[in-house]
């Protein structure tokens, strides 16, 4: 199994401001996604990664795969309340998800 | 419903009680994987169908937990005498093509007392 770290565990923000998590491995990955979830729900997913040092936007939201494709990283631009959940990135053969950030943003 | 539909929603049993617990994937979609997970945690991968047969059961943590897909549509998956450690939401998921976006249900919430 392909492990997958996240950092920060949880974020906590201010409507208005940025944040960026972390998705790490020692592993090299084909592919990488990002999934959202709020509370209740399945995850979602937001976004697909495939080429090293691709980067993806969707909206206010960044997604980066690393050159050597064993990292990721989620910017989120101009936080809202609406971003608040749990992001997971996901990889390999069974899709092994990370342990997720919970985002938190106050208005 | 066009999404994938689990049931039960919750499910509330006593220790050494055998549950089950059903996933109706989208029609169409051949993969279908089975994760668990506990509050604030990512999904822990179970098992993974592809068509009928279980392409990697590799995360059923014991023989308690089994899991079928007969006719390569509906899925159950079975915990034989349920422990207080087995008490998570149990996500299904469905693909069409393996490792290709995965469209979750709601969950099962299972709480063994």
């Known amino acids: 199994t392909q492990l997958l770290e996240q950092s920060p565990q949880f974020l906590s923000i201010q409507e208005g401001e940025n944040l960026t998590v972390y998705c790490n491995s020692s592993s090299v990955f084909s592919s990488l996604q990002w999934y959202r979830q709020e509370p209740g729900e399945g995850p979602v997913l937001l976004v697909t990664?495939?080429?090293?040092?691709e980067v993806k936007k969707l909206k206010r939201l960044t997604f980066q795969f690393g050159d050597a494709r064993k990292d990721s990283s989620l910017h989120i631009t101009a936080a809202q309340p609406g971003d608040t959940g749990l992001y997971l990135c996901?990889?390999?053969?069974?899709?092994?998800f990370g342990a997720g950030t919970t985002v938190t943003v106050r208005a | 419903g066009a999404g994938v539909s689990q049931t039960p929603s919750n499910k509330v049993t006593e220790k050494g009680k055998y549950v089950e617990l059903r996933c109706d994937p989208i029609s169409g979609h051949t993969a279908l994987y089975w994760y668990r997970q506990s509050l604030g945690q990512g999904p822990e991968f179970l098992i993974y169908?592809?068509?009928?047969?279980?392409?990697?059961d590799s995360g059923l943590p014991n023989d308690r937990f089994f899991a079928v897909r007969p006719e390569g549509s509906v899925s159950t998956l079975k915990i034989q005498r349920t422990e207080r450690g087995d008490s998570a939401v149990y996500l299904c998921a469905s693909s069409y093509l393996n490792t290709g976006e995965l469209f979750f249900g709601e969950g099962s919430r299972l709480t063994v007392l």
């Open positions: 996901a990889g390999g053969s069974e899709l092994s």
């Open positions: 990664v495939v080429t090293g040092g």
């Open positions: 169908f592809q068509g009928t047969g279980a392409a990697d």
